[in-house]
């Protein structure tokens, strides 16, 4: 069993910090891809940041130059650092896991968290 826990999320002002962070458990060998997606209701969920695990990421451009991914593979946990928060980050945003290897060595599989809620208002 795996599972993904996100912390981090909550309300802050254009302009302001959230750092978000995502704890992956479980009988875990291996992950690839740890990223960050956000969804907005009613709009189809979007990939915010990826990064593999040795430490290359990628980003959607809307956060380019705001937003950093990171993550601490001994910990099985990934990172977002988001500043100059804008009101149209505002969303549910997601960790997810890829190429999720169990310690059972049987098959990749891929893994989301519950959301964690980032509101960005004035």
């Known amino acids: 069993q795996v599972q993904l826990a996100e912390s981090g999320g909550g309300s802050v002002q254009p302009g302001g910090s959230l750092r978000l962070s995502c704890v992956a458990s479980?009988?875990?060998?291996?992950?690839?891809?740890m990223g960050w997606y956000r969804q907005i209701p009613g709009k189809q969920r979007e990939l915010v940041a990826t990064?593999?695990?040795?430490?290359?990421?990628t980003y959607v451009d809307s956060v380019k130059g705001r937003f950093t991914i990171s993550r601490d593979n001994a910990k099985n946990t990934v990172y977002l650092q988001m500043n100059n928060l804008k009101p149209e980050d505002t969303a549910v945003y997601y960790c997810?896991?890829?190429?999720?290897?169990?310690?059972?060595?049987?098959?990749?599989?891929?893994?989301w968290g519950q959301g964690t809620q980032v509101t960005v208002s004035s």
């Open positions: 997810k896991a890829e190429g999720v290897m169990t310690t059972t060595l049987q098959a990749l599989g891929d893994y």
């Open positions: 479980g009988s875990i060998f291996s992950i690839w891809t």
């Open positions: 990064v593999i695990p040795d430490g290359s990421t």
